[in-house]
Structure formats: structure tokens, C-alpha cells
């Protein structure tokens, strides 16, 4: 049950970059909706409180929080003034901190483009590798423009449904886009890719979206935590950082319950002559892996890295997770265990209940 302001309230908007965006809200109106209003779009996807992705944190005024998954916004975070954008109704003046820079907040509308599919091929077990070429368009012209870390919304032949996948590779010129999509059985999207789509077909792309990045923080060590196809805008971030030469350390979980549902370990693997700082941790619960992998769960090998590296006191990561909402929670808890502040622990849930 919302509780509206009578009247329109100011919102007071504080990006990572201390710039400030301002926007009158409405009564019963949610944040979300009264920047989209103002002209500012800011990163969401379900709009709806199931995925989490317009998280934020309020600074200052009261609140009416509406409904929401436990798994988009935890009781303790939403008790420290987390909220999420698109169920956030204002009882007065509101101040809220973004986590992110003003430049992912979109003016305007999100792209449409469309492409063609170029590659589809199995990758794993019950995963597929999809590859697009973007058709050239008037305005954004022909190349594949995109932050690593964001995603785009694929829209399903003859339908008008979507699905939120992120992008595996780096921003191009060519307009080629990689996916990484887990086949879900009776899924809509899964459906079409594992019984009609062929190279040569055509999709439309609504994109580029989300608020997952690269933050700038000096030459922090940089260490990646993906579960299942959260792989994709790690990956996006790792091949990122190899074209530019990035010098910072760069270590990379991956984890799964065998060697088949590795997700893209041999695309992340081909980065560690680019990436000399770079290491691989690859985690199976398999009785015999492979050797070079560890043998157990990715949380446990997180656990007792940052054990070791807290013993030798050597520089503390920066941590990039994305995977499964109980994924990041067990992530969070363990990096909150060894003393590594929140800030310092970057995340993008993301949910396979729609594919």
C-alpha cells in the first residue's frame, strides 16, 4: 500500500560523477517514472521489482517502498536505504544516490536496431553462442556501440516479447554482437533458438541498457566472479581491458557443477596472453576436473583467496560479480566477512525465469 505526496515532489538525483539531475514527481508516481517524465532514463529492465537492476540508495527524505522480490532488494539492504527505482514512491522531497556515472542515464529513448544472425552454434550444455550483425542505420550508423557490462534486450521472432541478454564482446565498429544464452526447455526465447533460428534470420535489438561497468578506481586488482552466462559482460569487461592494455591485476572465477557448464571458459582462457596480469580460477564440483581447476565451489575458492590476501596484506580487490541472486548474496557476505567495503563490491543479478 503506497502512501503518494499530495502534490509534486523534487527529486534530487546524485550520479557517481557528482553530477546532480533533478525532476519533479508526481503523486503516486514511482522515481522511475518521473525521470523517464523529466527525460532521463535510467537503467532498469523489469520494471517491476523482480531483477533489481535500478538499485539505488536514498540519502535523504521519506519513503513509501512498494512491492518487491526479497532477491531484488534484500530486507538488510532495503533497511539501509536501499531501494529500487521502479516501486519507490516519494512522501516528500527525496534525495537519492546513483551507482553509476551520469553518462548511463539515457536522454531520450532506448535504440532500436536490427540485425542478422551470423553464427549460432552449441557452446556447452544446453547453452548456445549467438552471434548478430548489426544493420547499419541512418543515425547510429553501422558500428556496435555499448558499454562492457550492458546488455541488450533480443526480441522474439513474430512476438513482441524480449529478453535481456548482456553482450560477451567489446564495443566495435564492424556491428557484431556475441551472447552467451542458456537454453531454459518451454522457454520462449530458448524455443525459438533450439527449434527455428537459423543465420541469415533477422531480430530487432533494443539496446544498449544497464548500469554494469568498469569504475575507475586507480590500479585496484580487478577480480571477476561469474556464475552460469554472467560470464558474458565479464568477458565484455576482460576483452575490454585486453584491447586497451589495461595494466591493472586481473584474476577470473568461473564456476560450475562439470567442465561441460563451464560457460566460455576457452574465450576467457584466450585472454592470458593479452592480459599478462591476468589469472583463471575455474571452479567444478566434478570428482576428477581437469588439472588446473579447482575441485569444490567458486565461493569457497573466493573464500579463501581473500583469506590469504588479507593474511599477507597484500592490495584488496575490487570485486565484479554477476550470476544468480544467491550468487551475489553468498559473494557479499564473504567479501563483507574479510573487511572489503560494499563500494568495493560491483553486481548484476540477473533471472532466467523468462527465456
Not at 123 to 151: C, I, K, M, W, Y
Request: proline share 8%; with cysteine; aromatic share 6%.
Amino acid at each position: 500500500m503506497t502512501v503518494p505526496a499530495a502534490e509534486p515532489v523534487t527529486l534530487r538525483l546524485a550520479t557517481l560523477d557528482g553530477q546532480c539531475i533533478e525532476a519533479p514527481c508526481a503523486p503516486g508516481q514511482t522515481v522511475l517514472d518521473a525521470a523517464a517524465d523529466a527525460g532521463h532514463l535510467l537503467p532498469a529492465l523489469c520494471r517491476k521489482g523482480t531483477c533489481g537492476a535500478c538499485q539505488a540508495t536514498v540519502t535523504d527524505g521519506t519513503y513509501t517502498l512498494g512491492t518487491h522480490s526479497p532477491q531484488a532488494l534484500s530486507p538488510e539492504r532495503a533497511r539501509a536505504a536501499g531501494a529500487l527505482l521502479c516501486c519507490t514512491y516519494p512522501e516528500g522531497p527525496l534525495a537519492i544516490s546513483l551507482p553509476y556515472e551520469r553518462s548511463w542515464i539515457l536522454t531520450g529513448s532506448i535504440a532500436e536496431r536490427t540485425a542478422t544472425i551470423t553464427a549460432l552454434e552449441r557452446a556447452g550444455e544446453n547453452l548456445v553462442r549467438l552471434v548478430l550483425l548489426l544493420d547499419e542505420d541512418e543515425q547510429l550508423g553501422s558500428g556496435a556501440e555499448f558499454e562492457p557490462g550492458q546488455f541488450a534486450q533480443l526480441v522474439v521472432p513474430g512476438t513482441d516479447e524480449s529478453r535481456a541478454h548482456s553482450y560477451a564482446n567489446a564495443p566495435n565498429w564492424d556491428g557484431e554482437l556475441e551472447f552467451y544464452i542458456r537454453l531454459h526447455p518451454g522457454g520462449l526465447f530458448s524455443t525459438y533458438l533450439d527449434t527455428r533460428a537459423a543465420p541469415g534470420d533477422t531480430l530487432d535489438v533494443l539496446g544498449p541498457q544497464g548500469a554494469f561497468g568498469l569504475v575507475e578506481t586507480g590500479l585496484r586488482p580487478r577480480w571477476f566472479v561469474a556464475g552460469g552466462t554472467g560470464v558474458a559482460p565479464l568477458l565484455s569487461m576482460a576483452r575490454r581491458m585486453a584491447e586497451f592494455q589495461e595494466p591493472h591485476p586481473l584474476r577470473f572465477y568461473l564456476g560450475a557443477a562439470t567442465e561441460e557448464q563451464l560457460c566460455a571458459a576457452a574465450a576467457v582462457e584466450e585472454l592470458l596472453p593479452e592480459l599478462r596480469g591476468m589469472e583463471t580460477v575455474f571452479c567444478v564440483k566434478e570428482p576428477d576436473p581437469r588439472p588446473g581447476r579447482y575441485r569444490g565451489r567458486m565461493i569457497e575458492a573466493l573464500d579463501r583467496d581473500l583469506a590469504a590476501l588479507r593474511a599477507s596484506g597484500s592490495p584488496r580487490p575490487d570485486l565484479y560479480i554477476c550470476g544468480s541472486p544467491g550468487l551475489i548474496d553468498a559473494v557479499e557476505r564473504t567479501a563483507a566477512r574479510h573487511g572489503l567495503p560494499p563500494e568495493r563490491v560491483l553486481s548484476e543479478k540477473f533471472s532466467s525465469s523468462a527465456t
